[in-house]
């Protein structure tokens, strides 16, 4: 059977985002929108549309837990009783996040915000955020949660759907493949707009992931998988994925030469660049092109083309010759 859409509005940019919902044999959600009054009414609604009320829900598994994803999983378990499926990846962002969101920030303000030149009120800002939405996520409760690894199949809607670890997005982003009917639940990894690679804490005595290089081994992957219909986490379903990954490649190697250019021509910092690169865009838009900008530089400096010196505490990158 097919996945059902349900779309359900968020307060982020990105706009509604996409529950995915199999009736039979027992009633489970794919990912659930964010904790809202708005957006509980509308999985309601769209519930109510299959004779169902979250109550009846027996699972909720979550692609990748970030809020808008997963918000709801904690007020859905409490009224049902369902578990909550993770990849273990993800088990920290979904049963304690004010925690890792704390995590985040720290990282942020004692580095990577410092070394992208950002200045302290933008920095301010940004801090701000994370902690506002560390303190709005609820928790889901370790006991309703169950662990999932990658590789290993899930049963939704009367198929086995196989979990496949997509970073590039979030390091913790898995998908689900139905290679019979080659379905894919693509999350946030396979968008009708490409997704930003989010800038996130390195683990303990290890350097920063690339996140666009690591997002784009994955589309490679993706590129590779005969896909009929991809259900995406935001926006409607579509066909033809091989088309889109070469528009998405296409645009990502574009943008990342007008960053080679722009250094050339004396940007030196992330700052500047995403002053640059962003112009159109107003201040609150411009972090999310700075985690866009990061992939972009992280990309050269794989290809070899600049190379990266920290000066009083600020990366400087400069064209190699
Ligand atoms: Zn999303």
């Not at 009846?56 to 409490?78: C, E, F, K, L, N």
Request: glycine share 8%; charged share 20%.
């Amino acid at each position: 059977m097919k996945p059902i859409r349900i779309e359900l509005p968020t307060d982020f940019d990105v706009g509604p985002v996409n529950c995915y919902l199999f009736t039979e044999p027992e009633p489970i959600l794919v990912d659930c929108g964010v904790d809202l009054p708005a957006s509980w009414n509308a999985l309601f609604a769209g519930l109510a549309q299959h004779n169902l009320t979250p109550a009846d829900i027996r699972r909720i598994i979550i692609t990748h837990p970030h809020v808008d994803h997963s918000g709801q999983a904690a007020r859905i378990a409490a009224l049902s009783g369902c578990q909550v499926w993770v990849a273990d990846l993800g088990y920290d962002w979904l049963t304690d996040p004010k925690k890792m969101f704390g995590l985040r920030a720290e990282y942020y303000r004692d580095h990577f915000l410092r070394q992208a030149g950002i200045p302290g009120d933008m920095a301010r800002v940004i801090e701000g955020y994370f902690a506002q939405v560390g303190n709005d996520t609820t928790p889901v409760p370790p006991e309703s949660v169950h662990i999932f690894h990658v590789g290993e199949w899930l049963e939704m809607g009367g198929a086995n759907w196989q979990a496949l670890h997509m970073p590039g997005h979030a390091s913790h982003q898995t998908c689900f493949y139905q290679p019979d009917s080659r379905q894919f639940l693509s999350a946030d990894m396979l968008l009708p707009k490409t997704p930003t690679p989010i800038v996130e804490r390195p683990s303990t005595n290890q350097s920063r992931q690339p996140s666009l290089p690591i997002f784009m081994e994955s589309l490679d992957r993706c590129e590779a998988l005969d896909m009929d219909w991809v259900y995406p986490g935001h926006g409607e379903p579509f066909q033809n994925h091989r088309q889109l990954i070469q528009k998405q490649r296409d645009r990502i190697h574009q943008r990342k030469n007008e960053a080679l250019a722009l250094i050339q021509q004396g940007c030196h910092t992330a700052y500047a660049l995403v002053n640059e690169m962003y112009a159109h865009y107003p201040p609150a838009f411009r972090f999310a092109g700075l985690w866009m900008l990061i992939g972009y530089l992280d990309l050269l400096e794989a290809e070899g083309r600049i190379g990266v010196e920290t000066v009083d505490g600020v990366w400087q990158y400069y064209v190699n010759m």
